[in-house]
């Protein structure tokens, strides 16, 4: 048996081939769209995938104002912050978050689903979200994914 064949191979930050995909995120639910793009950001779809390296793709979401939230979450989930000063705790329903930013409770939960550390900060930077069907990157070429057929 010839052990130099079975050699595994690591991706790094030359060899990962990022893609740039557009997701359309109308009538979608937030957590299934939001699990599906943390996997396309973090690259865990691809045959290469590496844990401490930033393989995954940068990800264009078209509508995320439109999303959807199952049950009575529109009502019920609550989103806590704390101010830094006393008596500062402040809390908003998911309804009220929608209304004021609609782009946050999208946001709030991809970057729920990516790693706590360095690389998923860097990982959240290749998450772009927009209100409307447009968007600013026609220069990358993007490819249209369809969300519900991934995984």
Same mark, same amino acid.
């Given at each position: 048996m010839?052990?130099?064949s079975y050699k595994t191979v690591s991706a790094n930050k030359a060899t990962a081939n990022k893609e740039w995909v557009v997701v359309d995120a109308e009538r979608q639910t937030l957590g299934r769209l939001a699990s599906k793009v943390a996997i396309?950001?973090?690259?865990?779809?691809?045959?290469n995938y590496t844990p401490h390296v930033d393989c995954g793709d940068n990800v264009i979401v078209l509508n995320a104002d439109k999303?959807?939230?199952?049950?009575?979450?529109l009502?019920?989930?609550? @989103?806590?912050?704390?101010?830094? @000063?006393?008596?500062?705790?402040?809390r908003l329903s998911a309804q009220d978050v929608l209304k004021k930013k609609p782009l946050r409770v999208t946001e709030n939960a991809v970057k729920g689903m990516l790693p706590k550390n360095k690389l998923g900060r860097q990982l959240f930077k290749n998450l772009y979200l927009y209100e409307g069907a447009e968007h600013n990157h026609e220069a990358q070429k993007?490819?249209?994914i369809n969300i519900n057929e991934f995984y």
């Open positions: 010839n052990t130099l396309l950001l973090r690259g865990k779809h691809k045959p999303i959807q939230l199952s049950g009575n979450k009502e019920d989930k609550e @989103y806590i912050w704390h101010t830094g @000063y006393p008596g500062g705790q402040k993007p490819k249209q």
